[in-house]
């Protein structure tokens, strides 16, 4: 009796390991899981949503939101912010009329919060995007820091974590991101 026991736990003990190194792995190389900390993109994102990224494979587009581990001044974790304009894109800024062009095309932006103001720090109004970088702004651009800010600027793919593909909890946000 006691044998049988002790090859029982054996076994769920050895099957606990292989699905916590799996999923160490996937969340690892595969996908992972962030949270959102505060309001930059809102009403897409809010503070406290739990989110899950698609990190291999991926190739930044314009409208995706992603996340960024690159460090500025006003921010030293993980930020979310939308993909405005990919490398080789020129992105012109109109507070006065309220409207982002990339490449001489105004962006239909309905997801935005708001009419967008000038921010209080120095910005960017327009900007030629390196190749291998993004231009990326929050949904909520009147509470947000992001690419018009000189010390972010474009941001270099190397510092993307992944792309957000889906918001796990709170339950009342949970699905398809974006």
């Known amino acids: 009796m006691k044998q049988a026991l002790k090859k029982e736990l054996y076994f769920w003990l050895g099957t606990a390991a292989v699905v916590l190194a799996a999923l160490i792995l996937v969340f690892t190389f595969i996908g992972r899981v962030i949270l959102v900390d505060g309001v930059s993109m809102e009403p897409t994102l809010e503070g406290g949503d739990l989110l899950l990224l698609r990190s291999i494979g991926y190739t930044p587009k314009q409208g995706d939101i992603v996340v960024l581990t690159k460090e500025f001044e006003d921010a030293d974790g993980p930020i979310v912010k939308r993909v405005i304009a990919t ?36 910005n960017l109004t327009s900007v030629d995007v390196p190749e291998g970088s993004i231009f990326v702004l929050g949904d909520n651009r009147n509470d947000s820091s992001d690419s018009r800010n000189v010390t972010l600027g474009a941001v270099d793919q190397r510092y993307l974590l992944g792309k957000v593909i889906w918001v796990m909890f709170p339950f009342r946000n949970f699905g398809a991101a974006g």
């Open 87 to 122: 490398g080789g894109q020129h992105v012109e800024i109109d507070y006065a009329a309220g409207t982002i062009t990339v490449d001489g095309e105004v962006l239909d932006e309905p997801y935005i919060n708001g009419a967008m103001e000038e921010p209080w720090y120095e």
